[in-house]
């Protein structure tokens, strides 16, 4: 079993762009090994043929409406329609991955015209489609193909995606000791992403009111959203990997401590990604023995098979 993401088409799946292009997304071939995709093209799906005139937003009386210029005709209903039917038939995708600044599937930044023709942008906003779906699937991890290069966002793209598909899976065993090994098994990375998140899901596995586990379970995903809800910050990294350190560091050589706190500073300084630390604190977990450390998820987020330097350093 693999997590499942809803892909746009035209990223390697299909030539279904408006001028029957298809989109070279290199990262797809390294994920289809660990991730099942399901690919649609919601503007072929609605009926528009391959090639065809393309489509564009057009702000009237504050709606957005989803226009094709050389027409005229106002795609909207049929595009909130398909939305809507297609999030029915999906209920049980692990992430979202669509096309940037398409007026269908752009998740941000997609232009905004006053008008069908000789226009100026407005503002931007997400596609069509992408919007009625994201408003539906908010707590997934979803991303435009374009930013998935950015290696900070890909990791935590990544990261979010494999342990709400492993809560997922944990939930379905419906056990007290399935959560709590769960939780002790990804307190590491919880500290690096949000300590104060961190301690409300350790409150809830504490159980103190003794709540049902369905509740339980409902209210540790809630709070495990909201923990998953930004970028980790690097310096939250580096706290959570100095805690490890600690439970070996009076056992290492001066030379070793003084070789891994330099690591730690090179990270710190952008000259070594966080893997080479993760790395190195893992091998010291495992000649030390230390049993409540060796399944930390903060050393092995997401498959090995995953990691990947490539880097665009565009955020945006
Ligand atoms: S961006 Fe979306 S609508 Fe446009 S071609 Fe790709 S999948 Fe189809």
């Known amino acids: 079993m693999k997590p499942k993401i809803l892909i746009s088409s035209c990223l390697g799946f299909a030539k279904c762009r408006y001028n029957g292009d298809i989109v070279n997304f290199e990262l797809l071939e390294m994920m289809k090994e660990y991730i099942d995709f399901i690919p649609i093209c919601p503007e072929v799906e609605i009926g528009l043929t391959i090639p065809r005139d393309s489509l564009r937003i057009v702000k009237n009386d504050d709606e957005y409406r ?67 779906i994201l408003d539906k699937y908010y707590y997934l991890p979803t991303e435009e193909e374009g930013r998935l290069l950015n290696l900070e966002i890909r990791e935590h793209f990544f990261t979010k995606l494999f342990v709400l598909y492993d809560y997922k899976n944990i939930k379905k065993e419906n056990s007290m000791k399935a959560l709590i090994d769960f939780h002790s098994n990804n307190k590491y990375l919880y500290f690096a992403y949000d300590q104060t998140q961190k301690n409300k899901l ?16 409902n209210e540790y995903f809630e709070e495990l959203i909201k923990l998953f809800s930004k970028l980790p910050s690097k310096k939250n990294y580096i706290n959570s990997y100095l805690h490890i350190f600690g439970y070996f560091s009076k056992d290492i050589s001066k030379n070793e401590r003084e070789f891994l706190l330099d690591l730690i500073e090179k990270y710190r300084n952008n000259q070594i990604e966080k893997t080479t630390i993760a790395n190195v604190l893992k091998s010291y977990v495992i000649k030390y023995n230390i049993d409540y450390l060796l399944n930390q998820r903060i050393f092995s987020p997401f498959p090995d098979g995953l990691v990947s330097l490539i880097d665009s350093s565009i955020k945006h």
């Open 66 to 132: 989803l226009i094709q210029p050389s027409t005229k005709i106002d795609f909207t209903n049929e595009m909130k329609a398909y939305a809507e039917k297609i999030s029915k038939e999906i209920k049980d995708i692990d992430g979202i991955i669509l096309k940037g600044r398409s007026p269908s599937c752009g998740i941000k930044d997609v232009k905004v015209y006053s008008g069908i023709s000789n226009s100026a942008v407005v503002e931007k906003t997400k596609g069509i489609f992408a919007k009625e």
């Open 202 to 217: 350790g409150q809830i596995v504490a159980n103190q009111n003794k709540k049902p586990l369905y509740e339980l379970f």
